[in-house]
């Protein structure tokens, strides 16, 4: 069965903090694939970033990276000096053995000014 | 270009009348998918359409929800005599497939429509 965790529910955190996001995954699959998206409260879920299994570079787009460790089947998000506009929910996902993806339950980031 | 569209954006409805849901996807992917979002929680899949296959309807809660995309392009959800476990937002999402394998590639998701049963 595939199932993705986000451990964290709630993170609030202050203005130019580091903040980093957890997503650990479930799957006996050796092909799969993984996501993060930003549910701003506008509501409309925005894409992040898209990973194969094959590929486990980690990767840096601005202030964001993400950190894919196929050891311990997690694919972290960090956001680097955090601003108001980062509050958002954010969901980590994965495609494994199909095409049903499965979507964590959310982490809701607060960042106060 | 345009992303995906769904309308109406809100419905307020009685319970045990019908409502019907519209997504337009964005032109020329193939693959469309609707999801529900309950408040404070994740999204579950209900229905996937790719291309003129036969849809994957694995994911709808009971015989009161089905879908069809006409065309290949535009999709409506229907339920039927709504309940009130019913409120939630409904997400709609399109895909290209681009030549990789199905169903794999990114989701572009459109504004949702807030579905409230009282």
């Known amino acids: 069965a595939q199932k993705v965790t986000q451990a964290q529910t709630e993170i609030s955190v202050v203005e130019k903090e580091d903040v980093t996001l957890d997503c650990v995954y479930e799957t006996r699959d050796t092909t799969y694939y993984l996501f993060w998206y930003k549910q701003p409260p506008s509501g409309e879920l925005v894409f992040l970033i898209r990973?194969?299994?094959?590929?486990?570079q980690n990767e840096i787009s601005g202030r964001y990276s993400w950190n894919f460790q196929k050891s311990t089947s997690s694919f972290n998000f960090t956001i680097t000096a955090s601003q108001v506009v980062d509050s958002a929910v954010y969901f980590c996902?994965?495609?494994?053995?199909?095409?049903?993806?499965?979507f964590g339950a959310g982490t809701r980031l607060f960042v106060k000014a | 270009g345009a992303g995906v569209s769904q309308s109406p954006s809100n419905k307020v409805t009685e319970k045990g009348k019908d409502v019907e849901l519209r997504c337009d996807p964005i032109?020329?992917?193939?693959?469309l998918y609707w999801y529900r979002q309950s408040l404070g929680q994740g999204l579950e899949f209900l229905i996937y359409f790719q291309g003129n296959s036969a849809p994957d309807k694995s994911g709808l809660p009971s015989d009161r929800f089905s879908a069809e995309r006409t065309g290949g392009s535009v999709s409506t959800l229907t339920i039927q005599r709504t309940q009130q476990e019913d409120s939630a937002v409904y997400l709609c999402?399109?895909?290209?497939?681009?030549?990789?394998?199905?169903?794999?590639?990114?989701?572009?998701f459109g504004p949702g429509t807030r579905l409230t049963v009282l």
């Open positions: 032109s020329g992917h193939t693959a």
């Open positions: 996902a994965l495609i494994a053995g199909g095409f049903k993806t499965i």
């Open positions: 990973r194969n299994s094959f590929d486990e």
């Open positions: 999402a399109s895909s290209s497939t681009s030549g990789r394998a199905r169903g794999t590639d990114t989701q572009y």
